[in-house]
């Protein structure tokens, strides 16, 4: 195919795998009857896009606790009560409060690729939560012999440690979780946090050579959880200028459920930094109508009227179950989503000849 496409990260669990996990959490499991439950379930979502016809592959986050919280499970010095991220429909989630320092991963994302690339003949990517939204454990009133600016100095050298580690363990690429983008812009509508995201986030990513950077991408979107959102209602165009800014070699751009696309890709087109590609969202994680193939095919057109077709690619809006939400999309409806993208890209570069 040679309109690449690429899964988001993560795949509901089954049902099987979260029964084990409540075992666990209940003392009736023990921890390596889990971990050999959790690598099958690793193996199985690799193998069910695989033979989907998936060129590249995750691991569905099938062991991840969440996509943004997986570096400092079990960290010392965390509070529960740390800033909140309301959802559309009422529900929230809360990150941590730091409460000491030095910030120190306690888990980094190489592990989780390592584990998948045992399951897979094909290329695997690998998720990894981006700076800026780990920059949110940080108490406003800050920490006492801890200031931001050592915080924030801790901050880079993990994040470049945890990305590089995918990069050195042979990642096909490593994309970078930024949902927080545009929730930063119904938060401060000024743009200012936005702006102070884009600048943490660009100083991890220069330190890495062009070739490495182009191996690394970003992912936005406006937050999926519980079939709800988080920055739906905020202005994409708002947002777009500024995440193009990023030095990445690749960005992807949740756009399926946005209800005007034609706004969104003639601004991505008019910001489209001059080596990067545009991985388009074509299916709706969200919304439990499956796309067909003919769908996706024609959200792939019009892309490419916008779009240089050799630096077009399409993807998911985003993970099926980010959160760690496994029950509002079932897995299922998840895999047929990748069919119809995966299929409608390749109807799409049929039709464009290429």
Known sequence: MSIPTEPIGSIPRSSDLLAAMAAHDSGELDAPALAELQARAVAETIDELAALGSPVVTDGEQTKPSFATYPITGLPGLAPDGAVIPFAD???RQLPRLTAGPFRYQTYAEQYLRAAQQYSQVPVKQAV???SA????????GIEGYDREAFLADLADE?????????DAGAHSVQLDFTEGRLSLKLDPSGGVLDSFIELNNSVLERFSDAERARIGVHTCPGGDQDSTHSLDVEYTALLPKLLQLRVGAFYVQLASEPDPDKILAVIAE??????HIFVGVTDPIDPQVETREQV??????AARYLPVDRLGTCDDCGFSPF????????DIAFAKVRARIEGTALAAAELGV
Do not use: M, W
């Open 90 to 92: 009422g529900h929230q």
């Open 271 to 276: 910001f489209l930094p001059a080596d990067a």
């Open 134 to 141: 780990l920059s949110l454990l940080y108490p406003a009133d």
């Open 297 to 302: 095919r024609d959200r792939v057109l019009n």
């Open 159 to 167: 994040a470049e440690k945890d990305i590089r580690g995918c990069l």
């Open 324 to 331: 760690a939400d496994d029950t509002s999309t079932s897995r």
């Open 129 to 131: 939560i981006a700076p």
